[in-house]
């Protein structure tokens, strides 16, 4: 939809960036000359071998982010709810309906738009193998009848049985349903028998949970909850791999509330996460074990981070646990791997690893296997991963890029590396000093190969190769104006990418503009190309595929593709006098795109469920008297041949092949 262009030395093009140079410009980058000599890690996990020597971990570590905000604490917290979960039947049901008899084979539907094949991630929506869909909405799931469409039915309602539980994401499996979130336990009202606190993080008199509860939904009119587990920490992550889902949490001990306190006074209850479960209707509260706890020689965050495994089919199994003492931020996993990042500050002092006064990244790598958890080693790199995409794991190597920021230099200036670590995670190859005064805004990692976009003003789309791991280098690279903040494969030679178009102005700054896509051709390395690329509407334009990549829908077999699109557009044309101006909302719903290396991007559909005429500006500020916000098209989803749109208070179905709508499904909750 634009064209603009900055004195002729710009060509637009898409999310990703591109110059008129007649030959690719590449990175000055640093590469090491000869291969990195593994050193004996300094992070190898120690066991814990009694509560004096965790006490003893505990205060040695202790921080002074805690600062001494007077609360009285007493250990009387309340018990986690429970209470079986409600159901409603909205869809017509009588309570003595029988569950429907299983289907014969599977019912085609698109999944979940994930990084790693075979590792499922968690969803606000998600299509099971017998056409049911289920939904995530204001502490309730949906259970809808989605196929066949003639059918279409809200089947019943699960009210999750806890005010302060807050669902993240569901997955399903074989008729179990898992809803994962994070619950808020408060703490019992002070007295002035307790003890004076000195945290300043719980101040507010409570504590975070991670909770997952299982249900039944073979009866999709009467799901029933068959487990409910809590585990002490904020919600980090999950990932389901066959039947065991892997969560990772993050807590403090709650012996920092107390203030004089010695290693020899601190009750274990104090120091360690407890596990609840719900199983059957009986309740059980138990504290973890310290066999199952570790730490590293230089942690530096006196808090826990805990990976958890549940089987899903089978709800007597017990739940396994492995926590190490140091801090938790991005995970990624492999059908055989964990892998937690975790910021480390490095104020001052020595550091064979990385330089004062900087920022790095340590790794933590867990085997995981049928639901067993065990620690494989710890690795450490300079910089911060941007998220789950910075990361990878092709065979026995582990690769990450990250962004290193040097804040305390007075200069903040930039640049980024590539690092790749062996299976026991000592760096073994590295690319750094790639695009200085840039940061990474994505990154993609495809077998032997790495995609990186940075962005500042003109900015390249980094191909780099890392056939010898030892080795890693920029094989080439494509400048376009832009960036891209999601890159995802079409096939081993091409890719597309998912961002923004920008407008260089005469000083030289860049102004993110509206959306854009491009599709590349990367099967020459060292000669990428933008074979095509499309602009969609102004300034102030979004879609949550920027930064969720779950709200991508992707049929390789069709190659069809869609995304939700907030669609602001300009009352007059671009001034490129004032390009910081904003567009008006004209439209919200899901763009769906035909795309072939062939022919480039075709557009197939714009579905909306706006209940309003087309050129109607949309205020933001009428959302509320309106209702427009919860007609907002936030999913996408194929079952059989039909497309469906889902926002909060409805379910579009469209044929696919002529995308003629032919059924409306408004909730009733």
Same mark, same amino acid.
């Given at each position: 939809?634009?064209?603009?262009?900055?004195?002729?030395?710009?060509?637009?093009?898409?999310?990703?960036?591109?110059?008129?140079?007649? $030959?690719? @410009?590449?990175?000055?980058?640093?590469?090491?000359? /000869?291969?990195?000599?593994?050193?004996? %890690?300094?992070?190898?996990?120690?066991? =814990?071998?009694?509560?004096?020597?965790?006490?003893?971990?505990?205060?040695?570590?202790?921080?002074?982010?805690?600062?001494?905000?007077?609360?009285?604490?007493?250990?009387?917290?309340?018990? #986690?709810?429970?209470?079986?979960?409600?159901?409603?039947? +909205?869809?017509?049901?009588?309570?003595?309906?029988?569950?429907?008899?299983?289907?014969?084979?599977?019912?085609?539907?698109?999944?979940?738009?994930?990084?790693? $094949?075979?590792?499922?991630?968690s969803d606000i929506v998600k299509v099971g193998n017998d056409?049911?869909?289920?939904? *995530?909405?204001?502490?309730? @799931?949906?259970?809808?009848?989605?196929?066949?469409?003639?059918?279409?039915?809200?089947?019943?309602?699960?009210?999750?049985?806890?005010?302060?539980?807050?669902?993240?994401?569901?997955?399903?499996?074989?008729?179990?349903?898992?809803?994962?979130?994070?619950?808020? $336990?408060?703490?019992?009202?002070?007295?002035?028998?307790?003890?004076?606190?000195?945290?300043?993080?719980?101040?507010?008199?409570?504590?975070?949970?991670?909770?997952?509860? =299982?249900?039944? +939904? %073979?009866?999709?009119?009467?799901?029933?909850? =068959?487990?409910?587990?809590?585990?002490?920490?904020?919600?980090?992550?999950?990932?389901?791999?066959?039947?065991?889902?892997?969560?990772?949490?993050?807590?403090?001990?709650?012996?920092?509330?107390?203030g004089d306190t010695s290693a020899t006074t601190i009750k274990?209850?104090?120091?360690?996460?407890?596990?609840?479960?719900?199983?059957?209707?009986?309740?059980?509260?138990?504290?973890?074990? +310290?066999?199952?706890?570790?730490?590293?020689?230089?942690?530096?965050?006196?808090?826990?981070?805990?990976?958890?495994?549940?089987?899903?089919?089978?709800?007597?199994?017990?739940?396994?646990?492995?926590?190490? #003492?140091?801090? &938790?931020?991005?995970?990624?996993?492999?059908?055989?791997?964990?892998?937690?990042?975790?910021?480390?500050?490095?104020?001052?002092?020595?550091?064979?690893?990385?330089?004062?006064?900087?920022?790095?990244? $340590?790794?933590?790598?867990?085997?995981?296997?049928?639901?067993?958890?065990?620690?494989?080693?710890?690795?450490?790199? &300079?910089?911060?991963?941007?998220?789950?995409?910075?990361?990878?794991?092709?065979?026995?190597?582990?690769?990450?890029? /990250?962004?290193?920021?040097?804040?305390?230099?007075? !200069?903040?200036?930039?640049?980024?590396?590539?690092?790749?670590?062996?299976?026991?995670?000592?760096?073994?190859?590295?690319?750094?000093?790639?695009?200085?005064?840039?940061?990474?805004?994505?990154?993609?990692?495809?077998?032997?190969?790495?995609? *990186?976009?940075?962005?500042?003003?003109?900015?390249?789309?980094?191909?780099?190769?890392?056939?010898?791991?030892?080795?890693?280098?920029?094989?080439?690279?494509?400048?376009?104006?832009?960036?891209?903040?999601?890159?995802?494969?079409?096939?081993?030679?091409?890719?597309?990418?998912?961002?923004?178009?920008?407008?260089?102005?005469? %000083?030289?700054?860049?102004?993110?503009?509206?959306l854009k896509m491009a599709l590349f051709d990367v099967s020459?390395?060292?000669?990428?190309?933008?074979?095509?690329?499309? %602009?969609?509407?102004?300034?102030?334009?979004?879609?949550?595929?920027?930064?969720?990549?779950?709200?991508?829908?992707?049929?390789?077999?069709?190659?069809?593709?869609?995304?939700?699109?907030? #669609?602001?557009?300009?009352?007059?044309?671009?001034?490129?006098?004032?390009?910081?101006?904003?567009?008006?909302? !004209?439209?919200?719903?899901?763009?769906?795109?035909?795309? /072939?290396?062939?022919?480039?991007? *075709?557009?197939?559909?714009?579905?909306?469920?706006?209940?309003?005429?087309?050129?109607?500006?949309?205020?933001?500020?009428?959302?509320?008297?309106?209702?427009?916000?919860?007609?907002?098209?936030?999913? @996408?989803?194929?079952?059989?041949?039909?497309?469906?749109?889902?926002?909060?208070?409805?379910?579009?179905?469209?044929? #696919?092949?002529?995308?003629?709508?032919?059924?409306?499904?408004?909730?009733?909750?």
């Amino acid at each position: 939809m634009l064209n603009h262009r900055n004195k002729g030395l710009l060509l637009l093009a898409s999310g990703l960036l591109f110059t008129v140079a007649a $030959q690719p @410009i590449f990175a000055t980058a640093t590469v090491a000359a /000869t291969v990195v000599k593994p050193v004996e %890690s300094k992070l190898k996990p120690q066991k =814990i071998t009694s509560r004096l020597t965790l006490a003893n971990l505990l205060m040695k570590h202790k921080t002074n982010r805690f600062y001494s905000y007077p609360y009285y604490y007493n250990d009387m917290a309340p018990p #986690l709810m429970a209470e079986a979960p409600v159901v409603d039947k +909205v869809g017509g049901v009588d309570s003595g309906e029988t569950a429907a008899a299983p289907t014969t084979s599977p019912v085609s539907h698109s999944d979940t738009n994930i990084q790693v $094949q075979g590792v499922d991630e968690s969803d606000i929506v998600k299509v099971g193998n017998d056409g049911y869909i289920y939904q *995530i909405h204001n502490g309730v @799931i949906r259970v809808v009848k989605g196929h066949p469409v003639v059918e279409l039915t809200q089947t019943a309602d699960i009210v999750l049985p806890d005010a302060n539980f807050t669902a993240s994401g569901i997955y399903i499996k074989d008729g179990k349903l898992v809803v994962i979130g994070s619950a808020w $336990q408060t703490l019992a009202q002070p007295d002035t028998t307790g003890k004076m606190a000195y945290s300043y993080w719980n101040w507010w008199g409570g504590y975070s949970q991670t909770r997952a509860l =299982i249900y039944d +939904v %073979s009866d999709h009119a009467n799901p029933k909850q =068959i487990r409910d587990v809590a585990i002490d920490g904020d919600y980090l992550d999950s990932r389901r791999i066959g039947d065991n889902l892997y969560f990772v949490t993050r807590t403090y001990p709650r012996y920092y509330m107390y203030g004089d306190t010695s290693a020899t006074t601190i009750k274990a209850a104090d120091m360690l996460p407890s596990i609840v479960e719900n199983k059957a209707g009986k309740m059980t509260t138990r504290l973890m074990n +310290v066999a199952d706890l570790s730490y590293f020689p230089d942690f530096v965050e006196p808090d826990y981070v805990v990976v958890a495994s549940v089987n899903l089919v089978q709800p007597d199994k017990a739940i396994t646990t492995k926590a190490y #003492l140091g801090s &938790g931020e991005l995970v990624y996993a492999s059908m055989q791997n964990l892998y937690l990042s975790a910021s480390k500050y490095n104020y001052g002092g020595s550091s064979d690893v990385v330089p004062q006064d900087s920022v790095s990244t $340590q790794i933590y790598k867990f085997g995981i296997d049928k639901g067993a958890v065990n620690f494989a080693a710890a690795g450490e790199v &300079g910089g911060t991963p941007l998220n789950q995409f910075s990361m990878d794991e092709n065979s026995d190597y582990f690769r990450i890029a /990250t962004t290193t920021q040097s804040w305390y230099s007075g !200069t903040s200036e930039s640049h980024n590396s590539l690092f790749v670590l062996n299976k026991d995670m000592q760096t073994v190859g590295k690319l750094e000093n790639l695009a200085k005064g840039e940061k990474i805004y994505s990154t993609r990692f495809m077998g032997n190969r790495c995609y *990186i976009v940075t962005f500042k003003q003109l900015d390249p789309l980094f191909a780099i190769d890392l056939t010898v791991p030892e080795h890693p280098f920029v094989a080439g690279e494509l400048k376009i104006p832009g960036y891209s903040d999601y890159l995802h494969p079409y096939d081993e030679n091409h890719l597309i990418g998912f961002g923004r178009d920008a407008y260089v102005t005469e %000083s030289g700054s860049a102004v993110p503009l509206g959306l854009k896509m491009a599709l590349f051709d990367v099967s020459d390395m060292k000669n990428p190309q933008e074979l095509y690329n499309v %602009s969609i509407g102004d300034k102030g334009t979004d879609s949550p595929l920027l930064s969720n990549h779950k709200a991508l829908y992707w049929d390789a077999e069709k190659h069809l593709f869609g995304f939700p699109v907030d #669609l602001h557009e300009l009352s007059t044309s671009f001034d490129s006098k004032n390009p910081w101006n904003y567009g008006n909302g !004209t439209w919200q719903g899901a763009y769906i795109y035909e795309v /072939t290396p062939g022919k480039g991007f *075709i557009e197939k559909a714009k579905l909306s469920q706006l209940p309003i005429t087309t050129n109607v500006t949309i205020n933001y500020g009428d959302y509320g008297t309106y209702d427009y916000g919860n007609y907002f098209v936030d999913r @996408i989803l194929r079952i059989e041949s039909n497309l469906y749109t889902l926002s909060n208070n409805q379910l579009n179905v469209y044929d #696919l092949e002529n995308f003629r709508e032919q059924s409306v499904l408004a909730f009733k909750r």
